[in-house]
């Protein structure tokens, strides 16, 4: 019987596994041990829709991210010269509507010929906000954000004290195994003994206890990710926000840019086959047109653990899995994780929770790597991602049946995926992938299951302008001026 865990690690893992833990099991005594001398990366400053489901599942709600963690909203990812047209990832209604299996939204615009930013609803890349039915901020009608990574630690900390989770100071120099059962007995700091039933790894790219204590392996998927290295930066506070995270493909990769209330984040991914530190830094510099100061810089392996669960220890976040920050997956992985893991913990189903978490990293996989199906060979990265970049095999297999048709809901089924098959839509019609004439003649198959006129008008209710508009920036301002 578990009676209490200690979570090793009090970054954004440590604190979301925390509360999630003692908000299913009240009765468990959850500590957390967060290091004094481990920082925060700092770069994933961008959610997925998980967030929402998170806020929602511990008792928070999204007023407490704009008003705590300098946060402002977010409607998608806007792509910048990844094709010849830029394009936006960005799934809202009417647009996830399905007609059975079928996306007949995305099948009619496409058909009709709609550039690829056009098949979104335009209303996620402005920098304009409705508040026409906001009288009560509680219920902001946005599912993700943009954080400041530091202030939304300060807030995950005072939310893991307001739930009597114990928060200890202190680095581990020792962790003690049992001997009959191989569990870790203890975790050992300069001024104390830990001692728990269970142990959650949330040590970063340390991977302090799974890997260094278990020498559970891991496992590569660097012949499937063209990047390794980043560098990230802060510039000044945008004079409007942007409503989107903007990706930038670049000579050896792709830059990101992420509004918040004090600051904007930026970082270049790189592969540093191509270009090196100090060149990705002048690249940067002069597209910015400024002096930049580089805050953070570090290299990856892009892969898992090959198992999250072992003995009595669960490995979540950095510790378990990295791919890269593109699309923002490492908070909903986290969370998504979590999700998995409290379902089966009381049978303590170790063997069906990993097969579940290697699934939700393969489906993270197969969607980023979907990215750089691109078109473009104008340097010597990208020729070698256009012609030399290996598939996954889910990949392989998802494209094979796409050539013919738009993806339908069944062909990516992942229990806690971060990615569905709609998610595919924007991003390979944007990179020109689809064969459009093939899609047109399914349309036609499905016209009258469609029904075309309810398409039109939900297009029409999608497409008609804001009631009550106000920018971003004034309307985040409003927010926090009225909440004073």
């Known amino acids: 019987m578990i009676n209490k865990i200690i979570v090793v690690g009090g970054g954004t893992a440590g604190c979301i596994s925390a509360l999630m833990l003692k908000t299913k099991f009240p009765q468990i005594e959850i500590n957390l041990l967060e290091s004094e001398n481990v920082g925060i990366v700092g770069v994933g400053e961008s959610s997925t829709e998980h967030w929402s489901r998170f806020c929602d599942f511990i008792g928070i709600t999204k007023l407490d991210t704009i008003l705590h963690c300098n946060s402002t909203f977010k409607s998608g990812v806007y792509f910048e010269n990844w094709s010849e047209k830029d394009f936006v990832h960005s799934i809202s209604s009417p647009m996830n509507k399905k007609y059975g299996d079928y996306y007949g939204m995305y099948a009619h615009l496409i058909s009709s010929g709609c550039s690829p930013k056009e098949i979104c609803d335009p209303k996620s890349y402005t920098n304009e906000v409705d508040t026409k039915n906001f009288s009560d901020y509680n219920y902001l009608p946005y599912e993700q954000f943009h954080f400041d990574t530091f202030s939304l630690n300060e807030f995950l900390h005072k939310e893991c004290e307001k739930r009597n989770i114990l928060i200890i100071k202190g680095d581990v120099i020792e962790v003690a195994i049992r001997e009959d059962s191989h569990n870790i007995h203890s975790v050992v700091t300069k001024d104390a003994e830990h001692c728990a039933d269970f142990f959650l790894d949330c040590t970063g790219f340390s991977r302090l206890l799974l890997n260094k204590v278990y020498g559970i392996g891991w496992k590569s998927y660097s012949e499937y990710l063209p990047v390794n290295s980043a560098i990230a930066f802060a510039t000044k506070e945008m004079d409007e926000y942007n409503k989107y995270t903007k990706s930038t493909a670049r000579n050896a990769g792709w830059s990101w840019t992420i509004p918040t209330q004090t600051r904007t984040g930026n970082g270049y991914v790189y592969c540093d086959s191509f270009i090196g530190k100090d060149e990705a830094h002048r690249e940067m510099e002069k597209a910015y047109g400024q002096s930049l100061d580089i805050t953070k810089e570090f290299k990856f392996d892009p892969g898992r653990l090959e198992k999250s669960w072992h003995k009595n220890c669960y490995a979540v976040g950095l510790s378990q899995s990295f791919v890269e920050p593109l699309e923002a997956t490492s908070i909903g992985s986290i969370i998504q994780q979590m999700f998995c893991f409290i379902h089966y913990l009381p049978s303590y189903d170790h063997e069906t929770c990993n097969e579940h978490v290697n699934e939700i990293f393969d489906n993270i996989v197969d969607y980023v790597q979907a ?18 970049l290996k598939l996954t095999p889910n990949l392989e297999k998802y494209l094979k049946k796409w050539k013919n048709r738009l993806p339908l809901a ?30 047109k003649e399914e349309y036609v198959n499905f016209h009258e299951f469609v029904i075309s006129k309810d398409v039109m008008n939900q297009l029409k209710e999608r497409n008609s302008p804001f009631s009550s508009p106000m920018s971003h920036k004034k309307f985040i301002k409003e927010i926090i001026r009225g909440k004073k």
């Open 371 to 388: 990215h750089y199906l691109i078109k473009r060979e104008d340097t010597p990265f990208w020729k070698e991602v256009k012609y030399n």
């Open 410 to 439: 069944a062909d990516v089924l992942c229990r806690w995926g971060l990615f569905e098959s709609v998610n595919y839509i924007p991003i390979l019609y944007g990179l020109g992938w689809f064969d459009v004439e093939k899609i």
